[in-house]
């Protein structure tokens, strides 16, 4: 096992996409969104095209599938993101400590301390801000994210000996919001639901910005394609209008006018249809292929690795959300 001060610096912190100074290397950048559900890879290249994209369902030796896959493909050496899923860690939404930035890092530790059902110096803590206009100014409000140490490594320690250089821990919200940063403005703001067994969360963002982000508790198991859905429709619609009231009514931003939602694949058209009746909102699949950036791969395997995705395509340039390593 290495030590959780070896992954970490490694690593360069859980927050990945709000690192300014990340970019793809030369010949591109792998993504690996890592589940309970599986693993999701992804390849972009240097000029942002998804060239790589496959979906593998848990396996027991993870480390030697990742290894063979890049021996495959020649990617040895290349800079790699790897994206935990929500089951990971915990994310909490607290307020911003008036202190300095060189103070900031052990600040937010102290603030999450009494939120944690482990001790603190067994934490990896992560922050990211939220924009100066959110909930209308009044104060200073930043996402935490914290796990075990201990966790981060067993999570990180079977892709240490694949051949890509991992220099990016990041998580599932931030890897999403990405590819969210990327799609085309159309004045309003953005609702992105991702959902996965067990669990969801929902992204609120406006001018490439995220203003919002809250878990759901409610899992794509609970869904049954082509069956009587009353009960998950009923209870997710539920759970993302509270969402939206929330955002409008408590940070003061405008109204949300276009929703997208993963896995968008055929099974879960039915839900698309139904928050459109009820949201009154544009609501479609969140589709990848339409940014423009796929040569070549399955729209399904697209579907199932969102995350993946966007942590090897990288913030948009113009985003300038702050981080800070713990």
């Known amino acids: 096992m290495l030590m959780a001060t070896t992954i970490l610096s490694m690593a360069k912190g859980l927050f990945g ?31 942002g095209e998804v060239s790589f994209c496959q979906f593998y369902e848990p396996s027991g030796d993870i480390g030697g599938l990742v290894k063979s896959v ?3 493909h020649n990617w040895e050496h290349l800079p790699c993101s790897v994206v935990l899923h929500p089951a990971y860690y915990h994310l909490f939404l607290t307020e911003s400590p008036v202190v300095n930035d060189a103070e900031m890092t052990s600040a937010v530790r102290w603030q999450v301390k009494e939120l ?30 914290a796990l075990r140490k201990t966790a ?16 990016c821990v990041e998580i599932a919200e931030l890897a999403v919001h990405n590819i969210i940063s990327r799609l085309p403005a159309e004045g309003g703001g953005i609702a992105m639901v991702q959902l996965h067994d067990g669990e969801g969360f929902i992204n609120l963002v406006e001018d490439g910005s995220l203003y919002l982000t809250r878990r759901l508790d409610i899992g794509l198991e609970r869904f049954r394609p082509g069956g009587d859905n009353t009960e998950f429709l009923d209870a997710l619609f539920l759970e993302i209008q509270r969402s939206l009231d929330f955002y409008e009514g408590q940070l003061g931003k405008g109204i949300i006018n276009r929703l997208f939602y993963s896995p968008g694949i055929a099974d879960t058209a039915a839900i698309g249809d139904f928050l459109s009746s009820q949201l009154g909102l544009n609501v479609g699949p969140l589709n990848v292929v339409d940014l423009n950036i796929c040569t070549a791969t399955s729209s399904e395997y697209l579907s199932h690795s969102t995350a993946a995705i966007g942590a090897a395509l990288g ?10 390593a713990s």
């Open 17 to 47: 996409a709000v690192l300014p100074g990340r970019n793809r290397a030369r010949s591109g950048r792998v993504g690996l969104a890592l589940g309970p559900d599986g693993l999701a890879v992804a390849m972009v290249g240097a000029a």
């Open 70 to 72: 890049v021996k495959e």
């Open 116 to 145: 944690l059902d482990f001790p603190l110096s067994e934490a990896a803590i992560e922050h990211f801000l939220l924009p100066d206009d959110a909930y209308r100014g009044r104060k200073k409000m930043l996402y935490a994210s």
């Open 152 to 167: 981060l490594e067993s999570l990180i320690e079977p892709f240490v000996d694949s051949g890509l250089d991992i220099d």
């Open 315 to 324: 913030p948009c340039a113009s985003e300038g959300v702050s981080s800070a």
